[in-house]
């Protein structure tokens, strides 16, 4: 299902099954605009991918004219996120369970319910475009995905 009231905003919603919670949330979502989309569909989505956008340098000569910056387009960020729905719980991603019960999870899944990308989506992206996708895993419990190993996840400092 695919349910969008803005423009920079959507809810993309696979495989709605049996279970109370979860149930409730397809169908609601349903009923707010939600349309189903096969997994080829899903996978195989717009690549929206774009050649380099940033900005760079236009290099300059050592007798008269200094190496300049040139900025590149502002471009808002797409993101997409994966809503788990487990029997214990939903998660974000590969993020940590997010238990039902929680009254902030309850809101976030309120949001959802009605067709819009909750307010702590929406601040990620400052703007751009948030795709959330869900899928249903009620009849599994969590479990804690393995962390993927990252080789440099720091900052650099140019020297001289």
């Known amino acids: 299902f695919y349910a969008s009231e803005h423009e920079y905003s959507g809810l993309h919603i696979v495989r709605p099954s049996t279970g109370r919670i979860v149930n409730e949330l397809f169908r609601e979502a349903r009923e707010h605009g939600a349309v189903p989309l096969n997994e080829a569909t899903r996978t195989s989505g717009d690549d929206k991918s774009k050649s380099f956008t940033g900005g760079g340098y236009r290099l300059g000569n050592s007798f ?3 190496s300049e910056y040139i900025y590149g387009e502002s471009q808002l960020q797409d993101v ?6 487990w ?4 998660s974000l991603d590969d993020g940590e ?3 039902y019960s ?7 899944l309120e949001s959802v319910k009605r067709g819009e990308i909750p307010l702590e989506l929406q601040r990620l992206v400052h703007g751009g475009q948030v795709n959330l996708d869900m899928e249903d895993h009620q009849d599994q419990e969590y479990i804690k995905p393995r962390l993927r190993f990252k080789a440099f996840s720091g900052e650099g400092q140019k020297l001289g």
Do not use: E, H, M, Y
């Open 64 to 66: 008269c004219k200094r």
């Open 80 to 85: 997409q996120i994966l809503l788990k729905l």
């Open 87 to 90: 029997s214990n719980g939903f």
């Open 97 to 99: 369970l997010r238990p």
């Open 102 to 108: 929680d009254p902030t999870n309850a809101q976030f």
